[in-house]
């Protein structure tokens, strides 16, 4: 099995390597506008020279610009394995097989639409494909009290509701909408929609009664290298968990477990920042989200109630060798941001000053300097503009789901990066914002802002309309 695998692997290389000679020009003229020029402000530069010129429907799929050309060849073969559908096993084509016994989608372009952000159903008829409802208990053990959760014991720490055949897919997901009437200055009314999560046709019995229900929808895919390079000293430096400076704000950096080296690690991926690595995390959605083992997570998804799901075949041990693991990795290390757009117009200049003047940018904060030693030399010793601080923050009681996450309480959540959220109408089919979704345009997720950005969104609530405007204006222009 495992010299198959590896021909399969070799193969594959050479066809891509065949490819690429042929298609590369055409990433190119993909990856560099016609506009392209000397620029005299560099925050136009959102991801450093690592930057691409792109505003079209593949502006999230495009392999960072100063990447080295025999780099690119790696690039092409982990977006095959992100891109293309993983298959049940055993099969022929077991470079790629072991999907499940339970899985939320057979391929992980299905959640990251081109690469973007996923989606919330609108309605109760909607299937969930780039949605899933993360699973716990609380955790009442006092000789483990460092652990807050534990999996839930019937359906384990995720919801899947896909199965291959012979197994009982756990349930469906089922979201229904209470509308929530928000007033603004001006006159104008904002209905915003209160997500109420449940979860139907349940296959294994009933869900524990402390059970902890928490819906995420998949973030986009772009700069992630990026983030990974900036330094952790950097990230903590700004920490403030106990808001010494009475500013309102108490950032607080996540600390994980770290499987590859076995110690607590700072949390950077993930709504909560529940993930230490790019490489941890694509583990961890290979396991959770498609059922395929890796030598970091190695065990498929079944509880002891899922007895088909234990004896169901696998893909091999692992399912995805640490050769596949790493090219996805580098693929996800290496989506390119794209350029921000129309930096000079007066509008959105008025906007990003707002944006700094009510505090927005305390917490989204612009800029970053990647480290120099960071090992992809090209991501390194770059000046970004994510708008994130990587950190943890109180977002009120509207927006919690009251599930902690290793030191995330049920109202914590990270500072989600807005680097290229003004292209994610273009790039996927929805603007579904927030970490379920339920925002469906960037004025009803300001609108949600509690806990420390509630002075932040009643001052946005109180702006004069022209002023709303440019400050959307801005955050388009990301």
Known sequence: MVAMKNLSVNYLLIVFLINFVFLFPAYATNSLASDEKPLANLKRLSGGQATVFSTGRNAFSLPSKNMPLMQKLDFNVGNSFFRNPWVIAPASTDARDGLGPLFNTNGCQNCHIKDGRGHAPDSPEDNAVSL??????????????????????????????????GVKPEGRIRIDYQPLRKQLAGGE???????????????????????????????????????EAISENDILSIADPDDKNNDGISGKANQVWSEETQSLALGRFGWKAGQPSV?????????????????????????????????????????????????????????AVPARRDINDKTIQLGEQLFADIGCADCHQPQWKTSADYPMSWLANQTIYP???????????????????????????????????????????????????????????????????????KAFTSMEKNKRSALISFLNSL
């Open 279 to 335: 490489r941890q995390q694509n583990a961890a959605a290979f396991n959770g989200d498609l059922g395929i083992t890796s030598t970091l997570f190695v065990k498929d998804h079944c509880t002891d109630k899922q007895i088909a799901c234990l004896q169901a075949p696998h893909g091999g041990k692992p399912e995805l060798s640490d050769k596949l693991l790493d090219l996805v990795t580098f693929y996800s290390k290496n989506l």
């Open 132 to 165: 899933l409802v993360r699973l716990s208990i609380p955790n009442h053990d006092s000789h483990n009290s460092g652990v807050k959760t534990l999996p839930e014991p019937s359906y384990g720490g995720q919801l899947q509701d896909f199965a291959i055949p």
């Open 387 to 457: 708008y994130t601080d990587l950190l943890l923050h109180d977002m009120g009681e509207g927006l919690a789901d009251n599930r902690p996450e290793a030191m995330a309480n049920g109202r914590e959540w990270r500072t989600p990066p807005l680097w290229g959220i003004g292209l994610t109408g273009v790039v996927g089919e929805k603007t579904h914002f927030l970490h379920d979704g339920r925002a469906r345009d960037l004025t009803e997720a300001i609108l949600w802002h509690g806990g420390e950005a509630e002075q932040s969104q």
């Open 189 to 227: 009314t904002v209905t915003l929609r209160k997500p109420q999560l449940s979860i139907t046709e349940l296959a294994y019995g009933p869900l524990h009664p402390q059970a902890q229900l928490s819906a995420r929808i998949a973030s986009p895919m772009i700069g992630l290298g990026l983030l």
